[in-house]
């Protein structure tokens, strides 16, 4: 089931109102490849402004589901049919419910491509901001966790650019969707593990997510375009895979 997004970017649209979020959809229409959108504007709007998003383009809607498995299989189920293209779930939430998402995401794809994502841990944690219990290994964890997914079925991960190459390694046929890039002189906002487009592409990456950098700039499209080139650099480069 082969999966593809234009210029293997994703922007997301961390703003707060529709209207915003519709500009950048419009002034972005053609170099991003997909639009992200989550709880931030999904709670004010709802389906309504995934569907208008979605004539923009693609729609990744990162709600990042994590509940019983009817619960979470009942929620891709409505964010397809909202017109969203790509969805997160936890891979916290486990064999059962990653089985029966993978149905679930084999069956969408009759209909029109969709897939699902499933989130290891966030770009936002350390080491020492890991929640109580948590293994401080995170790139163990991150192993660990893929590999469960897969096992499931299903082949969509979200990972920051320190763990890509191994997933990259560990399960080539994998699609990876990198946060936390940053070109060189952008800030690192509440990112931790970070790393530039063309590095992330060489590391073994599907599809990058940018945010900030792009939709607070001056020139949205512009900064894009950085992107774009960047990650176009990473293709020309060796691969660390």
Not at 13 to 37: I, N, W
Not at 57 to 75: E, R
Not at 132 to 158: C, F, H, M
Not at 212 to 230: G, L, T, Y
Request: charged share 25%; net charge positive.
């Amino acid at each position: 089931m082969s999966f593809a997004i234009e210029n293997n970017l994703i922007v997301a649209l961390d703003v707060d109102t529709a209207e915003e979020a519709l500009l950048l959809a419009k002034a972005l229409h053609g170099r991003a490849g997909a639009l992200k959108v989550g709880p931030r504007l999904c709670m004010r709007y709802g389906a309504d402004l995934v569907k208008r998003l979605a004539q923009q383009a693609p729609v990744f809607v990162d709600n990042k589901y994590l509940d019983i498995p009817s619960t979470v299989d009942a929620a891709i189920r409505a964010t397809f049919e909202a017109c969203a293209t790509l969805a997160t779930v936890h891979a916290w939430n486990g064999p059962e419910t990653l089985a029966k998402l993978a149905k679930t995401e084999q069956e969408l794809n009759t209909k029109r491509p969709f897939k699902i994502l499933a989130v290891t841990i966030l770009t936002s944690f350390t080491p020492e901001t890991l929640p109580p219990g948590a293994p401080k290994d995170i790139a163990g964890s991150v192993s660990s966790l893929a590999r469960s997914v897969a096992d499931s079925g299903l082949s969509g991960l979200v990972c920051s650019p320190q763990e890509v190459a191994t997933l990259r390694k560990e399960i080539p046929h994998s699609y990876l969707v990198t946060p936390g890039v940053r070109l060189p002189d952008d800030e690192k906002g509440d990112q931790k593990r970070v790393e530039t487009p063309a590095e992330t592409i060489r590391r073994g990456s599907s599809a990058l997510v940018v945010g900030r950098p792009i939709i607070a700039a001056k020139d949205p499209r512009a900064a894009a375009e950085r992107v774009i080139a960047s990650i176009a650099d990473g293709f020309k480069g060796p691969r660390a895979w």
